[in-house]
Every structure is written in structure tokens, then in C-alpha cells.
């Protein structure tokens, strides 16, 4: 999965530090852009797991639709450096589906801008954990760039307006194949849409539904 540059440490918050990764501004703005575009899936108290969570920006972006109860929401990462562990969410060190521990179901499971970086036998079986994990009606949603978004990081890298994203690791990866490698067994394609121009789709799938491909 890609690691989005350095990793530094806020002061001690709860039980453990929270890890900040180092965005330049563009970066940071293109991550909020995947945030805003799956919010409308969240709702009061949603139970999420995020799948290459970072530093768990996500939870902070919307934490007024995280639960604050029991059950927090749960994020996994292979590169961060030790777990974390908040009143709303926490943050594991690990991949998935391999490395997580038994922990309940979701409401909501992202993966945004990561499914290019795993190599096809990394995607095997991911579909079918994300069915066992959702709770009945609950989504996964995935957020994946066109392919000519490589061409136009390598300008941003050269520009020095991004510094963090390992386009190296999308090996070539096609969006438009991301229903074949997901779809499964009581997972249906509720709807794709693209956003930034185009340039990067959102697939939306929901647990126990009637397939719906809603383009525009």
C-alpha cells in the first residue's frame, strides 16, 4: 500500500500517540476530495473501517459521523509504526484481509486510492472478507484513479507539488476492472461515479442489494 511520506508524532492524545503523515498542501487537498465524496455514505455513528488508513485522517475528517462507543471504527495500515488507540477509532499496523483481528462488523469499509497498489493476488478474496464484515445494507466504498493520472503526477512530482504518492507501485492498474475483482456473492455494484474531472472514479458496493451501475 502507499505510504504518503515521512511519519511524525502529535503529543500524547489518549492512550497512544497519533501519527501524522506529511502531506504537501496538493496532497492533502486530492486525499480530502476522496473524503468528501464518500461522506454522503457515512451516517450518525457510522462504524468504519478503513482499509490504508494512514494516519487516520479520514476518522478526523468526519468525526462528528464517527461512533464514540465500544465499538470504534478501525483502521489498518502495513506502515504504520505502532498501534493507536482513540475514544472514536484505532489504528492497527498491518495488510488486509491477512491481518486483521476478529472485531466485529461495519456499517461502512473504504479503501481509497489503494486498490492500485496491491497486486492482483493481494485483491484475491478481499470482496468476500468486506461481505462478512458489513453489516446487512452496509457499504464499501472504493475510490481508484484513471490511468492517466500517472502522466499527470509525474509533471506534480517534477513541479514538486506532490512528494508522497508511489504512482511506481499502480502497475499499470485499469479502473475499470474494479467490479469484476470485487463483485461477489452478496456484494453488488450499487453505483460508479467519477469525480476530479474524471480523473479518478468512485465505486460504491452495498451488501445484500440488487446490482445498480448509476454512471454519469
Not at 454522503?40 to 494516519?55: E, W
Not at 493507536?84 to 481509497?112: E, K, W
Not at 497498489?117 to 458489513?134: F, I, K
Not at 475483482?181 to 451488501?207: A, Q, T
Request: hydrophobic letters at 40%.
Amino acid at each position: 500500500m502507499v505510504r504518503k511520506g515521512g511519519t511524525e508524532f502529535d503529543e500524547m492524545t489518549s492512550e497512544t500517540q497519533v501519527p501524522h503523515v506529511v502531506l504537501k498542501p496538493f496532497e492533502r487537498w486530492l486525499q480530502v476530495q476522496r473524503f468528501n465524496r464518500v461522506m454522503p455514505y457515512l451516517h450518525a455513528r457510522s462504524r468504519i473501517l478503513d482499509i490504508g488508513c494512514h494516519d487516520g485522517a479520514l476518522f478526523k475528517h468526519v468525526a462528528h459521523l464517527v461512533a464514540d462507543h465500544a465499538e470504534a471504527s478501525v483502521g489498518i495500515d502495513p506502515d504504520i509504526d505502532q498501534p493507536v488507540f482513540q475514544p472514536r477509532y484505532q489504528l492497527l499496523r498491518g495488510s488486509f484481509p491477512d491481518d486483521l483481528p476478529a472485531m466485529g462488523t461495519f456499517d461502512v469499509i473504504t479503501m481509497l486510492g489503494v486498490l492500485e497498489h496491491l497486486l492482483p493476488n493481494q485483491l484475491a478474496g478481499v470482496g468476500t472478507r468486506c461481505v462478512q464484515l458489513l453489516r446487512p445494507g452496509g457499504y464499501f466504498l472504493i475510490t481508484v484513479p484513471h490511468p492517466f493520472v500517472d502522466v499527470l503526477l509525474h509533471g506534480l512530482r517534477w513541479l514538486r507539488l506532490v512528494d508522497g504518492v508511489h504512482f511506481e507501485q499502480h502497475h499499470g492498474f485499469d479502473a475499470s476492472s474494479v467490479p469484476q475483482l470485487i463483485s461477489c456473492h452478496g456484494l453488488s455494484l450499487d453505483r460508479m461515479r467519477r469525480f476530479e474531472l474524471g480523473l479518478n472514479y468512485l465505486y460504491v458496493f452495498r451488501k445484500g442489494t440488487a446490482a445498480r451501475d448509476d454512471r454519469v
